[in-house]
């Protein structure tokens, strides 16, 4: 596991960015693994300003996205479906028909995501997946008690990723409570994973995850039963980590192109 603790949010957002622009530079066909939150809007609009520069195409790439909620058709203001079309479809040459996210209005939940599983599989696997961190230590939408095991499936949301996620919502509609979720073993799947925490409320999530037990009381710590992760931390999520000292990366900015 590859951990760089950066100095603020948006050094932690280019960084990823610049992760992600590498695997397109070696891959122009590369097939992204996309996550949302709030984490995740600093790095597309990263590669918004590098699709701009003219120093990144995403024409060639195939994404899918961790989650979506059931019941939001993909025109819900809330929905995952409009950040992705958004934060990245609306501002770079992405294709809209490579893009692909579970539908949350599916009739049926549980046909939907099982056929999601199975697009990820036609599309030859995920070469790098973006994954944020839930404050109570989820991907995804894979709740602490999610198995590790587990595939693309419906779940039940916690009240505290509820509550969390409550500020994406107009005043006076509520929070879903229920999502399609790529499962952990969906994630573990991906040929290589980039984690993006920051911030202090994550900063217990990222201990848990780093140095707390592997299992599912901490969905993320399964990554680190992974070969290719990296996990990219401000100084605010990894305050509380016992040796962040051990994990600091020095950043050669002039690098990041
Ligand atoms: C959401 C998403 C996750 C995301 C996490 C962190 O609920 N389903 O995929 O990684 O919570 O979100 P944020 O970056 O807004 O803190």
Do not use: W
């Amino acid at each position: 596991m590859n951990i760089e603790i950066l100095p603020d949010a948006g050094a932690a957002a280019a960084r990823a960015a610049a992760l992600v622009a590498d695997t397109v530079r070696a891959n122009p066909r590369a097939v992204l693994g996309l996550a949302t939150g709030g984490t995740m809007l600093p790095v597309y609009a990263e590669l918004v300003r590098r699709h701009q520069a003219g120093t990144l195409s995403l024409a060639g790439v195939t994404s899918f996205n961790l989650d979506e909620y059931v019941g939001l058709s993909a025109d819900h203001p809330a929905s995952y479906h409009r950040v992705m079309a958004e934060a990245l479809v609306a501002r770079t040459d992405l294709r809209p028909e490579a893009v692909h996210l579970p539908r949350g209005d599916a009739p049926e939940a549980e046909a939907e995501a099982r056929a999601y599983e199975a697009r990820i599989a036609a599309a030859g696997g995920i070469d790098l997946q973006l994954l944020g961190l839930g404050a109570n230590g989820h991907i995804g939408f894979n709740e602490p008690g999610s198995p590790h095991g587990s595939r693309t499936r419906t779940v039940e949301l916690d009240e505290a990723t509820r509550t969390a996620n409550r500020r994406f919502f107009a005043v006076g509609t509520d929070v879903p409570r229920q999502a399609i979720t790529m499962g952990i073993g969906t994630i573990l799947d991906a040929r290589a994973c980039l984690l993006v925490a920051t911030g202090p409320a994550k900063a217990p999530a990222v201990a848990a995850m780093l140095e707390g037990r592997i299992g599912p009381r901490c969905p993320a710590s399964a990554l680190r039963t992974h070969p290719r992760v990296t996990v990219l931390l401000d100084r605010a999520a990894a305050a509380e980590l016992s040796h962040p000292e051990a994990f600091e990366t020095r950043i050669d900015d002039s690098a990041v192109a």
